[in-house]
Nanobody
Framework: QVQLVESGGGLVQPGGSLRLSCAASGFTFSRYSMSWYRQAPGKERELVARISSFGRNTNYADFVKGRFTISRDNVKNTVYLQMNSLKPEDTAVYYC???????????WGQGTQVTVSS
Protein backbone atom coordinates (compact mmCIF):
# COMPACT_ATOMS: atom_id res chain seq x y z
CA GLN A 1 0.00 0.00 0.00
CA VAL A 2 1.16 3.51 -0.77
CA GLN A 3 2.83 5.23 2.15
CA LEU A 4 4.22 8.76 2.14
CA VAL A 5 5.99 10.12 5.21
CA GLU A 6 6.97 13.79 5.32
CA SER A 7 9.65 15.20 7.58
CA GLY A 8 11.79 18.29 8.00
CA GLY A 9 9.19 20.81 9.05
CA GLY A 10 9.61 23.12 12.02
CA LEU A 11 9.91 26.70 13.20
CA VAL A 12 12.20 29.03 11.26
CA GLN A 13 12.76 32.76 11.22
CA PRO A 14 11.85 34.86 8.18
CA GLY A 15 14.59 34.61 5.59
CA GLY A 16 15.60 31.19 6.81
CA SER A 17 15.63 27.82 5.06
CA LEU A 18 14.17 24.37 5.54
CA ARG A 19 14.40 21.16 3.56
CA LEU A 20 11.37 18.91 3.54
CA SER A 21 11.60 15.24 2.69
CA CYS A 22 8.93 12.76 1.70
CA ALA A 23 9.88 9.10 1.95
CA ALA A 24 7.76 6.84 -0.24
CA SER A 25 7.09 3.13 0.00
CA GLY A 26 4.63 0.53 -1.21
CA PHE A 27 4.72 1.49 -4.89
CA THR A 28 7.08 1.91 -7.83
CA PHE A 29 8.31 5.40 -7.08
CA SER A 30 9.72 6.08 -10.55
CA ARG A 31 6.26 5.60 -12.07
CA TYR A 32 4.75 8.44 -10.08
CA SER A 33 4.93 12.16 -10.44
CA MET A 34 5.34 13.85 -7.08
CA SER A 35 4.07 17.13 -5.75
CA TRP A 36 4.17 19.29 -2.67
CA TYR A 37 1.01 21.07 -1.57
CA ARG A 38 0.39 23.28 1.40
CA GLN A 39 -2.59 24.35 3.46
CA ALA A 40 -2.64 27.33 5.75
CA PRO A 41 -5.30 27.73 8.47
CA GLY A 42 -8.61 28.77 6.97
CA LYS A 43 -7.35 28.40 3.42
CA GLU A 44 -7.66 25.78 0.71
CA ARG A 45 -4.88 23.37 -0.06
CA GLU A 46 -2.71 24.71 -2.88
CA LEU A 47 -0.06 23.31 -5.17
CA VAL A 48 3.49 24.41 -4.37
CA ALA A 49 5.62 22.39 -6.79
CA ARG A 50 5.49 19.30 -8.97
CA ILE A 51 8.17 17.06 -10.43
CA SER A 52 7.78 14.45 -13.15
CA SER A 53 8.52 10.78 -12.60
CA PHE A 54 12.18 10.97 -13.64
CA GLY A 55 12.70 14.56 -12.56
CA ARG A 56 13.04 16.03 -16.03
CA ASN A 57 10.18 18.46 -15.61
CA THR A 58 9.29 20.70 -12.69
CA ASN A 59 6.56 23.25 -12.11
CA TYR A 60 6.22 25.85 -9.39
CA ALA A 61 3.52 28.10 -8.07
CA ASP A 62 4.30 31.73 -8.76
CA PHE A 63 4.53 32.52 -5.06
CA VAL A 64 7.54 30.19 -4.59
CA LYS A 65 9.41 30.63 -7.87
CA GLY A 66 13.05 31.45 -7.24
CA ARG A 67 12.83 30.47 -3.57
CA PHE A 68 11.81 26.78 -3.50
CA THR A 69 13.31 23.83 -5.36
CA ILE A 70 11.73 20.41 -5.76
CA SER A 71 13.90 17.39 -6.45
CA ARG A 72 13.73 13.63 -6.18
CA ASP A 73 15.97 10.62 -5.69
CA ASN A 74 14.50 7.54 -7.38
CA VAL A 75 17.05 5.30 -5.65
CA LYS A 76 16.10 6.51 -2.19
CA ASN A 77 12.40 6.81 -3.14
CA THR A 78 12.33 10.30 -1.72
CA VAL A 79 11.17 13.69 -2.92
CA TYR A 80 12.53 16.90 -1.44
CA LEU A 81 11.48 20.51 -1.17
CA GLN A 82 14.28 22.96 -0.48
CA MET A 83 12.74 26.16 0.83
CA ASN A 84 14.85 29.32 0.99
CA SER A 85 14.05 32.93 1.83
CA LEU A 86 11.05 31.82 3.83
CA LYS A 87 8.31 34.31 4.59
CA PRO A 88 5.63 34.32 7.30
CA GLU A 89 3.04 33.67 4.59
CA ASP A 90 4.76 30.35 3.85
CA THR A 91 3.45 29.09 7.20
CA ALA A 92 1.30 26.04 6.51
CA VAL A 93 1.09 22.29 6.71
CA TYR A 94 3.03 20.89 3.75
CA TYR A 95 1.80 17.69 2.14
CA CYS A 96 3.44 15.25 -0.23
CA UNK A 97 1.25 13.91 -3.05
CA UNK A 98 1.93 11.04 -5.43
CA UNK A 99 0.12 10.45 -8.72
CA UNK A 100 0.60 7.37 -10.85
CA UNK A 101 1.61 8.29 -14.40
CA UNK A 102 -0.35 5.35 -15.76
CA UNK A 103 -3.05 4.71 -13.16
CA UNK A 104 -3.75 8.36 -12.35
CA UNK A 105 -4.42 7.38 -8.75
CA UNK A 106 -3.30 9.80 -6.08
CA UNK A 107 -2.16 9.44 -2.47
CA TRP A 108 -1.40 11.96 0.27
CA GLY A 109 1.08 12.02 3.09
CA GLN A 110 0.10 13.07 6.60
CA GLY A 111 1.74 16.49 6.33
CA THR A 112 4.47 18.38 8.16
CA GLN A 113 4.06 21.76 9.82
CA VAL A 114 6.19 24.69 8.68
CA THR A 115 6.02 27.85 10.76
CA VAL A 116 7.87 31.00 9.72
CA SER A 117 7.97 33.49 12.56
CA SER A 118 10.36 35.70 14.45
Amino acid sequence: QVQLVESGGGLVQPGGSLRLSCAASGFTFSRYSMSWYRQAPGKERELVARISSFGRNTNYADFVKGRFTISRDNVKNTVYLQMNSLKPEDTAVYYCYAVGTVSGSGSWGQGTQVTVSS
